[in-house]
C-alpha cells in the first residue's frame, strides 16, 4: 500500500493504537479432531502451507435476496440470473477488510506480490511456512494420521487471531480441517446391500412400462424409460452443458467410456467431454488407474444427456503427501479450490453434479458456510448445483454398517443423527437414492436435517408437513427441527451397469442419483434453452412449489443408520435401548429419504417450459 504524506500524521496516530490493540490475541476457532485421527508429532516447520483467508462478504445478504427472487417463479425476476461482474460485486469485502487483513500479513513480512486473490478479493491466499503461520496464528500445527487409510495432513484444533483483524477474516484454512471428501461410490457385492437387492428383484414392474432386465441391472435405456427421457431429441447443444466435478485424483477414463457408449449408447460412441485440471488434478488415462466414482459419474451423466457437451473437473489434493517436503500440497479443502477455479470463468456449464461429501461435523462451520456461499454464487448465475446426498443414512455416511456412528465429535459424544456437508447447503440440490420398480427409497440414502444451516424458506411448508405426521417426541434430539433438510430429490441408485478399468461392473450410491437427476435437468435446460428461456439455475425454490406435481412420490421404504450390533452395545451403555434402529421413513409428500421424489421429464418439461 503506497501512503500519502498527508497521511502520515493521521497513520502514527493510529500506529499506536494499532500495536496496542495488536498486543490482543482472540481465539478464532477451536474444533474436536474427529474420531479415526490420531496426533503423528510436530508438523515440520519448512511444510509449506498454503492458507487461505476468507475476508467477510458484509452484502452477502443481498445476493441471497437476489438468489431466491430470481429462483422463484412466482416472482417477476424469475430467470434473470446476475452476470459474474455483479456476483463479484455483491460478495466483495469492505475495504477496511481488506487494508486490515493486509496490514497483518504485512507485519508478518507478507506482501502483495506473494498474494493470489479471488476476483471479488473475498479469498486471499499466500503460502508461508509452518513456522510463520504458527506465529501468525498463536498456534502450533501437528501431523496428523488417519487410521483407516494412512492418510497423514498437517492441522492445528485451535487458532487465534489479533483482535484487530477478528472482524475482518470469516476462516483461515487449512487449519482446523479434518473432512475426507470421499467418493460415495459403493459397490454392488457389499454385505447387506446384496441381499435386499435380490428381495426386491422379485417384485414386480407394476404399471411402469420398463425392460424387465431394469430389474436386474440399471442401464441408460432404463432410466430413460423410467424417468421419461425416451425419446426427446437435445436441440440446444450449441448452448447447453453439464459438468461433473471430481476430487481425491479419480480419473475419467476416455476407453471406459467408449466402451459404455458401445454397449449403452451407440449414437454416443465417437463422442467425449471437455477435461479441465483444477489445482494440479490429473489426468492419467493409464486403463488400471481409472476412477470407479468418476466413471459411474460421467457414463451415466454424459450418457443420458446425450448429445448435450460435458465437462469433466479434476480437482487435486489427495493426501497421502510428504510431510516433510517443502511444497505446497494436501489443502484437502478440494471445494474451495473447485469454485476458486469456477467462479472465475466467464461461461459454467449450467447443471453441474458431485457425488463427494462428508460429515457435516467434521467440517468446520464458518468454512462450511464459505463454501455454501460459493455454491449460491453459482446459482445467482444461472447454474444449477447438485450433490449426492450421502450414503449412510441418518448416520455418518458410512456406508460399512459394521463402522456406521451416530455420535457428535464435540467432545460430548452425544447420541444424534449426522447430515451430510455439502448436501445440506440451502443454496444446493441434494439427490437421495431409490431402488427397485416400482421405486421405493434405498436403505442407504443419506438424509436428514442440518445443524449449521436453518431451513430455508422454500421448503419450511413441505418439512413441516413431514414432522407433523411424526409421533409427537419422535426422535427428539437425534435432529434439528429447524434444519435445513435434504434430500429435495432422489433417483435411482443400484445397481448401474457401469465400465470400470476395461470391465463391465455392478456399482450403486447416491453417487449415481445425483448424476442421473443432473441429465434430466440437462434436458429440461435444454428444452428451455431452445426456447430462448433462460436456464433453470438454482433449483430448490422451482421444485418446491411449480415443480412439486412433476415427481414421483416415494413412499415406500426408509433409510438406515445407527442401528448396527456394535452401535446397539454402545447404546446400552448410554441407556438408550429403546432407539435401536432409529431411520426416517419415506412418506406422501416431501421426506428427509427421497426428498419430493424421482423425476417424471416429461411432466417437469410441460410444467418448466
Ligand atoms: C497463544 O499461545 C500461547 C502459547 O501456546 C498460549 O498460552 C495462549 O493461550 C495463546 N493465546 C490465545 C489467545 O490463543
Ligand atoms: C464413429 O467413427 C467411426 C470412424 O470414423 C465411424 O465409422 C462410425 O460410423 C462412427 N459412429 C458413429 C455412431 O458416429
Ligand atoms: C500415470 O500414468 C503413468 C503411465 O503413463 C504411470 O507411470 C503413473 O504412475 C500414473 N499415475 C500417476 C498418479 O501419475
Same mark, same amino acid.
Given at each position: ?63 441471497? &435476496? ?23 460485486? @455483491? ?181 467425449? #467431454? ?10 492419467? &488415462? ?90 449460491? &454464487? ?26 456406521? &456412528? ?10 444424534? #443423527? ?51 405426521? @411424526? ?6 434430539? @437425534? ?16 445397481? #448401474? ?67 448396527? @450390533? ?44
Amino acid at each position: 500500500m503506497r501512503i500519502t504524506s498527508s497521511c502520515i500524521a493521521l497513520l502514527s496516530l493510529y500506529a499506536q493504537r494499532i500495536v496496542a490493540l495488536s498486543d490482543v490475541i482472540l481465539v478464532k476457532e477451536s474444533v474436536e479432531v474427529p474420531e479415526g485421527w490420531v496426533k503423528v508429532g510436530r508438523a515440520n516447520v519448512g511444510h509449506t502451507l498454503n492458507l487461505r483467508i476468507g475476508l467477510p462478504q458484509p452484502n452477502f445478504g443481498l445476493l441471497e &435476496q437476489h438468489l431466491y427472487e430470481i429462483s422463484d417463479p412466482h416472482h417477476e425476476r424469475y430467470g434473470n440470473h446476475l452476470s459474474k461482474e455483479e456476483v463479484e460485486a @455483491l460478495v466483495s469485502p469492505h475495504q477496511t477488510s481488506l487494508d486490515s487483513v493486509d496490514q497483518w500479513l504485512a507485519s508478518h513480512g507478507l506482501r502483495e506480490i506473494q498474494f493470489t486473490r479471488s476476483p471479488a478479493k473475498d479469498w486471499v491466499s499466500v503460502k508461508v511456512p509452518v513456522a510463520v503461520a504458527e506465529t501468525m496464528l498463536n498456534t502450533t500445527f501437528y501431523l496428523w494420521k488417519h487410521l483407516e487409510s494412512g492418510d497423514l495432513v498437517v492441522r492445528t484444533t485451535m487458532y487465534s487471531l489479533p483482535r484487530d483483524v477478528h472482524d475482518h477474516i470469516d476462516v483461515i484454512q487449512p487449519t482446523t480441517i479434518f473432512a475426507r471428501w470421499k467418493a460415495m461410490a459403493t459397490t454392488l457385492h457389499r454385505p447387506g446391500h446384496g441381499d435386499f437387492f435380490k428381495e426386491k428383484s422379485k417384485s414386480k414392474l407394476g404399471a411402469v412400462d420398463v425392460d424387465l432386465s431394469c430389474t436386474e441391472a440399471i442401464t441408460v435405456k432404463c432410466l430413460a424409460q423410467l424417468y421419461k427421457t425416451a425419446g426427446y431429441v437435445p436441440k440446444a447443444t450449441n448452448k447447453n452443458g453439464l459438468g461433473i466435478t471430481g476430487y481425491l485424483e479419480q480419473f475419467a477414463n476416455f476407453a471406459d467410456l467408449r466402451s459404455f457408449y458401445e454397449s449403452q449408447v451407440p449414437e454416443a460412441v465417437n463422442s467425449s #467431454f471437455t477435461f479441465f485440471s483444477v489445482n494440479g488434478g490429473l489426468n492419467n &488415462q493409464t486403463l488400471d488407474e481409472a476412477g470407479e466414482e468418476a466413471g459411474l459419474d460421467i457414463q451415466f451423466a454424459f450418457g443420458l444427456s446425450y448429445p448435450t457437451p460435458g465437462t469433466f473437473w479434476s480437482t487435486g489434493g489427495r493426501p497421502p503427501f510428504i510431510p516433510d517436503n517443502t511444497a505446497p500440497t494436501n489443502d484437502n479443502e478440494p471445494y474451495a479450490d473447485w469454485l476458486d477455479f469456477v467462479l472465475k470463468q466467464g461461461k459454467i456449464p449450467q447443471t453441474i453434479s458431485t457425488s463427494y461429501a462428508d460429515h457435516e461435523q467434521t467440517v468446520p462451520e464458518a468454512y462450511a458456510r464459505r463454501v455454501c456461499r460459493g455454491f449460491a &454464487q453459482l446459482g445467482a448465475r444461472g447454474v444449477s448445483v447438485l450433490f449426492a446426498s450421502g450414503d449412510g443414512g441418518v448416520s455418518d455416511g458410512n456406508s460399512d454398517p459394521k463402522t456406521q &456412528q451416530c455420535f457428535s465429535n464435540d467432545g460430548k459424544n452425544t447420541y444424534k #443423527f449426522l447430515p451430510m456437508f455439502p448436501p445440506s447447503c440451502p443454496y444446493v440440490t441434494s439427490v437421495g437414492g431409490t431402488f427397485g420398480i416400482p421405486e421405493v427409497a434405498v436403505p442407504f440414502s443419506g438424509g436428514g436435517f442440518s445443524y449449521y444451516f436453518a431451513q430455508p424458506p422454500y421448503q419450511k411448508s413441505a418439512v413441516a408437513s413431514y414432522l407433523s405426521k @411424526l409421533p409427537p417426541g419422535h426422535y427428539d434430539g @437425534l435432529y434439528n427441527r429447524e434444519g435445513r433438510g435434504f434430500p429435495d430429490v432422489s433417483a435411482q441408485s443400484y445397481p #448401474f451397469q457401469t465400465w470400470w478399468k476395461g470391465e463391465a461392473l455392478l456399482l450403486g450410491g447416491t453417487s449415481a442419483s445425483s448424476p442421473v437427476v443432473a441429465a434430466v435437468v440437462a434436458l429440461l435446460n435444454d428444452a428451455r434453452l431452445a426456447k430462448n428461456l433462460p436456464p433453470l439455475g438454482f433449483l430448490n425454490p422451482l421444485l418446491y412449489s411449480k415443480g412439486v406435481n412433476g415427481f414421483n412420490d416415494i413412499t415406500e421404504g426408509n433409510n438406515v443408520g445407527c442401528g448396527t @450390533l456394535g452401535f446397539n452395545v454402545r447404546l446400552s451403555c448410554l441407556g438408550l435401548q429403546s432407539l435401536t434402529f432409529p431411520y426416517f421413513k419415506a412418506t406422501a409428500g416431501w421426506d428427509p429419504v427421497t426428498g419430493l421424489g424421482t423425476p417424471d421429464f416429461l411432466k417437469l418439461k410441460k410444467l418448466f417450459t
